[in-house]
């Protein structure tokens, strides 16, 4: 569901009315956003750096799994998630990013529609 600009020539193919149809069927691909989580899931394997643990040997401790959070102010965060998390995180995160594609695709219509000084 995203936009592309092969996408874009389709649109201004479409009549108004069928521009509409397809925001109305867009909006029903909304996942429920309760909970929602803008970021990206990281996994990371750590050295604790104590004398004789197997991880000195090159066996790292983990993966732990962190939300990377941040990007719209350009500070990037590491924020934990515990193990019991990580399956409820990743599926927030997907939530968030499938609804930012049905967003986009709600966000072109309209622009087709605006060019066509039809947007209500």
């Not at 649109?11 to 956003?33: G, H, I, K, M, Y």
């Not at 990580?86 to 695709?105: D, I, P, S, Y």
């Amino acid at each position: 569901m995203g936009t592309h600009k092969t996408e874009m020539v389709l649109l201004t193919e479409l009549t108004s009315r069928q521009l509409r149809v397809r925001r109305r069927r867009a909006l029903r691909w909304l996942p429920d956003l309760d909970g929602y989580l803008a970021g990206s899931v990281v996994e990371q394997r750590r050295r604790c750096g104590k004398e004789g643990c197997r991880c000195a040997g090159g066996e790292l401790h983990g993966p732990y799994v962190y939300l990377s959070v941040g990007k719209a102010t350009g500070r990037r965060s590491l924020v934990y998630v515990p193990a019991a998390l990580a399956g409820l995180v990743r599926a927030k995160v997907l939530a968030g990013e499938q609804a930012q594609r049905v967003l986009a695709e709600i966000s072109a219509v309209n622009l087709e529609l605006l060019a066509r000084r039809e947007l209500e």
